[in-house]
């Protein structure tokens, strides 16, 4: 079946600590994402890549990086930089050319030790 | 900056009823909107898209409302089920390619 991968299911960060959170997707999709999700507040958007070897960000983009180097694969890193990561992380997939669905994988929930 | 607001209490419904749920937004005039259904501990997934232009759109026992005028959108489940127990999202398009901007959603519990 196809869909969107997210590994781990669960990670935790050590004080000034980097972390990356993996995202697969085998869906041919071109468009990738990352969202935070927080109690009580909506889905934000991190970073967004349309293609490969370009990615733009989002509304909270600091404290974050990503790449795309494969059409399947788009990692999230949470640097040191980011002083409040302990959330909920999302990353979804579309096609472009249009309003397309976004195929969301089941998350990765980041705490802070 | 853009707002969107969903219902802001949780919404309890007796199973059988139509549960209607809200999305209303501020300072942005989207072309799209979408809702999604999320389930604790998993990802969002797709429901219905409705265009700006489009009055109201419908999929088996849901039917989606767009009001460009009132900006607001009205998400009805008929002959609701325990099993549609969830959080319900609406987004909204913001015009520069596939990126939607979230509401916070609405917890929806269908009791027995």
Redesign the interface.
């Known amino acids: 079946d196809g869909g969107?991968t997210?590994s781990p299911k669960y990670l935790f960060r050590k004080e000034g600590q980097n972390v990356t959170l993996s995202c697969e997707q085998n869906l041919n999709h071109d468009?990738m994402?990352w969202?935070r999700q927080d109690p009580?507040?909506?889905?934000?958007?991190i970073y967004?890549s349309?293609i490969v070897n370009d990615f733009q960000k989002?509304d909270i983009a600091e404290g974050y990086s990503v790449s795309r180097e494969k059409k399947e694969s788009f990692p999230l890193t949470v640097t040191s930089a980011q002083k409040n990561p302990t959330a909920f992380y999302?990353c979804?997939s579309?096609e472009?050319g249009g309003?397309?669905?976004?195929?969301?994988?089941?998350?990765t929930r980041l705490s802070i030790l | 900056s853009q707002k969107i607001e969903q219902n802001s209490e949780a919404l309890n419904i007796q199973e059988g009823k139509t549960a209607t749920l809200t999305c209303n937004y501020t300072n942005y005039s989207p072309a799209y909107l979408q809702w999604y259904r999320q389930d604790p501990g998993r990802g969002p997934v797709f429901l219905l898209l409705i265009r700006e232009n489009e009055k109201e759109k419908r999929k088996e026992r849901l039917k989606v409302t767009f009001d460009t005028t009132l900006k607001q959108s009205l998400f009805h489940i008929t002959a609701s089920q325990p099993a549609d127990s969830a959080t319900y999202l609406c987004a909204l398009d913001i015009n520069t390619g596939n990126q939607f901007y979230f509401g916070t959603g609405t917890s929806l519990t269908v009791i027995p």
């Open positions: 969107i997210q468009a994402y969202y009580g507040q909506g889905l934000r958007l967004y349309q989002g999302l979804a579309s472009t309003p397309q669905p976004q195929h969301f994988g089941d998350g």
